[in-house]
């Protein structure tokens, strides 16, 4: 059972916007940045939403990070085919004293 | 251009060592904080350990304490894994992933990352 809590699935057609959402603690989420990571089918995982909100060089502003509290979320408005993959929410535990990653979202394009 | 390639994995029995190592270019690898990722088969990411730029801090996962050793060699760009008294549960792909970070002059909620990662290497655990 992961520390952050993320649903296992989520589904969208083409267009719509969907939503990951990511919950935590005051010790991890409740404290520290949220980072998102998509990872596509066979491949490596990749940064796509640091400090919370943040995007890096290269992703597109169809992808939106969000934190309120103890949870995060992750927004994908305009959804395409090419977004069908795994998307994991990661934190620092300073109970823990380490990083913490969701379970894992399974996005799927209908 | 950031690569880091992972290398070392393999096939051991239970019980058994394994060192793996992650080459790193085309960026101050001597600056960074470094990371080990794993990922079981179908399951999600799991973080393993990190070692800051100095050594100097050395953090890992309840799940390899003591068994799982972080290192790294500034003079040749490289971090390693020595894993020891390895468990079936080890059976993982083993990413290496650099930890940038957003200081408070560029972030609203400054912290750190992971911003590269290598393609990682397979380890597998089985009699």
């Known amino acids: 059972q992961s520390v952050l809590i993320q649903p296992p699935s989520a589904s969208g057609t083409p267009g719509q916007r969907v939503t990951i959402s990511c919950s935590g603690s005051?010790?991890?989420?409740?404290?520290?940045?949220v980072n998102w990571y998509q990872q596509l089918p066979g491949t490596a995982p990749k940064l796509l939403i640091y400090?919370?909100?943040q995007r890096p060089s290269g992703v597109p502003d169809r992808f939106s990070g969000s934190k309120s509290g103890t949870s995060a979320s992750l927004a994908i408005s305009g959804l395409q085919s090419e977004d069908e993959a795994d998307y994991y929410c990661a934190t620092w535990d300073d109970r823990l004293n380490g990083w913490m990653f969701g379970g894992g979202t399974k996005l799927t394009v209908l | 251009e950031v690569q880091l390639v992972e290398s070392g994995g393999g096939l051991v029995k239970p019980g058994g060592s394994l060192r793996l190592s992650c080459a790193a270019s085309g960026f101050s690898f001597s600056s960074y904080t470094m990371n080990w990722v794993r990922q079981a088969p179908g399951m999600g990411l799991e973080w393993v350990a990190s070692i800051s730029s100095s050594s100097s801090y050395v953090y890992s996962a309840d799940s390899v304490k003591g068994r799982f050793t972080i290192s790294r060699d500034n003079a040749k760009k490289s971090l390693y894994l020595q894993m020891n008294s390895l468990r079936g549960e080890d059976t993982a792909v083993y990413y290496c992933a650099r930890e940038g970070n957003c200081g408070t002059t560029s972030c609203l909620e400054p912290g750190d990352f992971f911003d590269y990662w290598g393609q990682g290497t397979l380890v597998t655990v089985s009699s």
């Open positions: 005051s010790s991890n989420i409740g404290g520290n940045p």
């Open positions: 400090s919370s909100n």
